[in-house]
């Protein structure tokens, strides 16, 4: 490996710039040896531009004289040229700038403390949570045949006839067995003469409760029994009509004794008896305390009448 040279001879003396990179000065014969390398790194001087070598001048040929002329002078070497200063170290990057302190934030920015959250807040949000869950979660698996058939025809025995329907057209379009469907759609067929019957009797009901108001409000109980006896004859007895009968009977009861005040009154015994005896078939609680005044007054009446009918004995002559 070369060593390293300059481009100008080390030799101080000499300082000649060096037309080509060698290893001794052709000037001077000084060896180029590079410098000792430095620990701190100094920034590489500016190059410096190349002069073209000196021309070395040949000394003038003395012409013959006749008279002797002095010694030629040597010529006289060029000036080194002065070796370049190294440029001074660049300053020190001055320290970066202190950042200015940051200025306090304003008393009304900054937000006050959030307070805690309640327990009562969590308990209700838990609340509604588990609400949007069960309103919200998946439906149960789709039922069966048979539980839809089922559930069919509880509809069409609470005479909810349109629901059974409907059920009956799902179990068609999802091509249910042929079994199924003909059992619900005699379901459906056996409970809408049913309900048919039912809504008929309902309406019955509704137009006697409305006459047999009319008959007692008219003081006519025999016709509103009649009319009672009627309706219980096609569609039969249930606590309704019991009760409604028990109207109609007191009002028959009433009736006779009504027919029995007046007897007394005229004083008739036959007519009298004949009533009480009419009103007691009934048997009904509620009149019997009047039952038994009237049948207390019977009795008067009937010692007055055997006493009227005793002949009085003749006085003595």
Known sequence: MLE???????????????????????????????????????????????????????????????????????????????????????????????????????KGSVPPPRPPVRLRTWIAA????????????????????????????????????????????????????????????????????SCDRQQQRAQAWTALQDSVKQALDAGKPELAATRLAIYVKRWGDDPDTLELDARVKVAQASAQLDLADACLAKGDRVCLENSLIAAERYKRPELAARTQALRASLSQLLERSLLDAIPSPAPDQ
């Open 4 to 106: 390293t040279v300059n481009d100008v001879c080390i030799n101080a003396a000499c300082g000649r710039s060096l037309p080509l990179r060698v290893v001794h000065c052709p000037f001077c014969g000084a060896r180029q040896v590079a410098a000792a390398p430095v620990l701190e790194k100094v920034p590489a001087p500016p190059p410096v531009p190349r002069m073209p070598p000196p021309v070395p001048v040949a000394p003038p040929i003395p012409m013959p004289q006749a008279a002797p002329q002095p010694a030629p002078q040597p010529a006289p070497q060029p000036t080194p040229a002065p070796q370049p200063v190294p440029p001074p170290a660049a300053a020190a990057a001055p320290a970066p700038a202190k950042a200015p302190p940051a200025k306090p934030a304003a």
């Open 126 to 193: 838990a609340v509604v949570l588990t609400g949007i869950w069960f309103f919200n979660k998946p439906a149960d698996k789709p039922a069966s045949v048979a539980e839809q058939v089922e559930a069919a025809t509880a509809l069409a025995a609470q005479c909810d006839l349109d629901g059974a329907r409907s059920a009956l057209a799902v179990l068609k379009s999802a091509k249910a067995p042929a079994a199924q469907i003909k059992r619900l759609q005699a379901s459906i067929t056996k409970s809408a003469a």
